[in-house]
């Protein structure tokens, strides 16, 4: 090589480079150097459940449904018991 001394001795008595290069060289290598590992991934992000997760998400819907449609049955149910006695339901209030 002609031209400066560039052995680590005279490196380090050299200036430094300017900022504005600095930043420069460092966007560059960003550029140059990014990883291209794959973007993470979350639940919800596919089309499809994962099957790892299918069992569970069947039971809870299951229980989900279960829990909707009793809850209308025992209303339903108590609904005509009151009919047939002639009590009204209260509104909330403690009212009749």
Not at 44 to 62: A, C, M, S, Y
Request: charged share 30%; hydrophobic share 25%; no cysteine.
């Amino acid at each position: 090589m002609s031209g400066a001394d560039t052995t680590p001795e005279k490196l380090s008595d050299s200036p430094p480079l300017p900022e504005s290069v600095r930043d420069h060289l460092g966007h560059e290598l960003r550029g140059v150097l990014t990883e291209t590992a794959p973007e993470p991934r979350f639940l919800g992000d596919e089309p499809h459940v994962p099957e790892k997760f299918e069992p569970q998400i069947r039971r809870l819907e299951t229980r989900l449904k279960t829990h909707e449609e009793g809850t209308e049955a025992v209303e339903q149910a108590l609904g005509r018991i009151l009919d047939a006695f002639g009590v009204t339901p209260h509104d909330g209030n403690g009212r009749t």
